[in-house]
Nanobody
Framework: QVQLVESGGGLAQAGDSLRLSCAAS????????LGWFRQASGREREFVGA????????YYADSVKGRFTISRDNDQNTVYLQMNSLKPEDTAVYYC???????????????????WGQGTQVTVSS
């Protein structure tokens, strides 16, 4: 059974950094692109970024480009989201997800991901 578990969320102040982790189990994830999404209260889920199955390239939403970095460790079946220069508008529940096709570059469309974690809350105060 595929399971994704995010961790590393919490409270931060504007300008701080956080690193989220997503540990995957129950499958072989090295062949799949992995994505990060977020959903703020009262808003739709949005794409944050993704990393190809090869470990690069990476893709980012304009709102986080230059501040967030995605990396992966296939030996540990873990994907990371390093978030720097946090802003209050980054406040959301953050989810990792597995892209539905092997050996493919990811997309920003959430419906193309077929496994999701339970999410971790990130709250950034001004």
């Amino acid at each position: 059974q595929v399971q994704l578990v995010e961790s590393g969320g919490g409270l931060a102040q504007a300008g701080d950094s956080l690193r989220l982790s997503c540990a995957a189990s129950g499958g072989i994830f090295s062949n799949y692109a992995l994505g990060w999404f977020r959903q703020a209260s009262g808003r739709e889920r949005e794409f944050v970024g993704a990393i190809s199955w090869r470990g690069g390239p990476t893709y980012y939403a304009d709102s986080v480009k230059g501040r967030f970095t995605i990396s992966r460790d296939n030996d540990q079946n873990t994907v990371y989201l390093q978030m720097n220069s946090l802003k209050p508008e980054d406040t959301a529940v953050y989810y990792c997800a597995v892209y539905r096709r092997r050996y493919s570059d990811p997309s920003p469309r959430g419906y193309e991901y077929n496994y999701w974690g339970q999410g971790t809350q990130v709250t950034v105060s001004s």
